[in-house]
């Protein structure tokens, strides 16, 4: 695809680990109404989790992850009849609680009583590999079409000032259509929080790839994990974070990056990558948070409550231009926003905000058979009282273990020529 890669040394490393970590995840639920490309959770008959096995687990995330949000994900959490019990538990034990959904379930009632006991937001997984009920009607050929269907739902959470955020599986197919979602957000500033851009990854079945659990060779298949694709299917794998990075940039000047998370087996590797745009609500943008802004942040944040900050409930608006002082690309966002409004000095008065737009780079394996993970993953969930990634959870309960991977030379090569075709186009 591409080369272009932000620079390390101007981005912040996440400060994370395994024992302070902001996020907490909880699988309520392996029931689910739609299917997504590249889910990670298959409906294994297990249903709706046991309310007092979900309280062990926030509290068990609590004391060993020290979290400052937990993610209620499933399947679709708003199905499990006990979600307001939930959500009230993980309240009063003083941590925010974002939901993941589809929205297809949602409805005023679900929202007034989330509001009643104290949810922060929701995240949409709202893309055009769904099988969503509505796809049914009409045949849609882009995520454009999709905008209006996100709109309604982030109108509906305005409604009760829940925060706000989307996101899609970016595949090579889509990925072209990326800044036509941020360009969507930018328009609805007021409404949108953030955008997530989850990189579409898979395992191959294909000859000289062989699986291990526990020490002994399993039998893998096509969709046995949700992960697990054909070899066509796999060499068509080749978006990488840096990519879509690039697609961004080449759209959108004033977006960077501003902190990161590598990977735990290949140096060169983005798994988490966080950046901002300024906007204000005539759609213009202005320029991105730096590394310093969120290096305070997070060190004021970790003095101030014992913990690391994610979804920020509260909105600065123009008072990061103070920033300016200390991080040069606030200073240059700040600059350019003084030469806009000396044009027109009612400009000042024109509300702004910040939208978030991150991007997850999911498990790769690699030509040598490990597998590149996030580095102290945010998104760890309780498996058997052990900390496991999400991402990787159906493993563990198909097979009882993370698997271990065996590749052969001759694939290793193959992968290695695919990925230096990719970034020849």
Not at 220 to 242: C, F, P, W
Not at 273 to 299: D, H, I, M, P
Request: proline share 4%; glycine share 8%; hydrophobic share 40%.
């Amino acid at each position: 695809m591409t080369n272009t890669y932000p620079e390390k040394k101007n981005l912040y490393r996440l400060p994370y680990s395994m024992n302070d970590n902001p996020i907490g995840w909880i699988e309520a639920t392996d029931i689910c109404n739609i299917k997504c490309k590249g889910c990670y959770r298959l409906v294994m008959g297990e249903g709706h989790k046991p309310v007092q096995q979900i309280k062990d687990e926030i509290l068990f995330l609590k004391k060993w992850r020290n979290c400052d949000n937990i993610s209620l994900a499933g399947g679709e959490p708003i199905l499990h009849p006990d979600i307001k019990e939930i959500v009230s538990f993980i309240v009063g034990l003083k941590m925010k609680v974002v939901i993941l959904t589809n929205g297809l379930a949602l409805n005023d009632k679900i929202l007034k009583e989330m509001k009643e006991v104290g949810l922060l937001g929701f995240s949409f997984h709202i893309d055009i590999t769904q099988t969503r009920p509505e796809f049914k009607k009409k045949k849609l050929h882009s995520e454009l079409e999709l905008n209006d269907m996100r709109l309604g739902y982030a109108k509906m959470l305005k409604k009760y000032n829940f925060y706000s955020h989307f996101g899609i599986t970016v595949t090579p197919e889509n990925l072209h259509e990326v800044p036509e979602l941020i360009r969507w957000a930018k328009d609805n500033i007021l409404l949108i929080n953030g955008i997530s851009l989850i990189i579409y990854r898979g395992l191959p079945v294909m000859p000289g790839v062989r699986y291990f659990a526990k020490g002994e060779e399993v039998e893998m298949e096509i969709g046995k994990l949700g992960y697990t694709v054909s070899q066509e299917e796999y060499e068509k794998i080749n978006v990488r974070a840096q990519d879509v990075y690039a697609v961004i940039k080449k759209h959108f000047p004033d977006y960077e990056a501003m902190g990161y998370l590598g990977g735990t087996a290949d140096h060169t590797s983005f798994k988490w990558l966080w950046g901002s745009l300024f906007v204000n609500t005539k759609g213009k943008t202005f320029g991105a948070l730096g590394r310093k802004t969120l290096e305070l942040a997070q060190a004021v944040y970790h003095f101030t409550h014992g913990t690391y900050l994610v979804y920020p409930n509260k909105r600065i608006g123009k008072t990061v231009f103070l920033m300016s002082i200390f991080d040069p690309l606030v200073r240059k966002a700040f600059w350019k926003f003084i030469k806009y409004c000396l044009i027109n000095p009612l400009r000042f008065f024109y509300p702004m905000k910040s939208l978030g737009i991150g991007m997850v780079q999911a498990p790769d394996l690699l030509e040598n058979g490990k597998i590149d993970m996030c580095d102290d993953c945010p998104d760890m969930c309780v498996f058997e009282g052990k900390l496991v990634n999400s991402c990787r959870l159906d493993e563990c309960r198909i097979f009882g273990d993370l698997l271990t991977i065996q590749v052969e030379d001759e694939i290793a090569k193959k992968k290695r020529e695919s990925l230096q075709e990719s970034e020849m186009i």
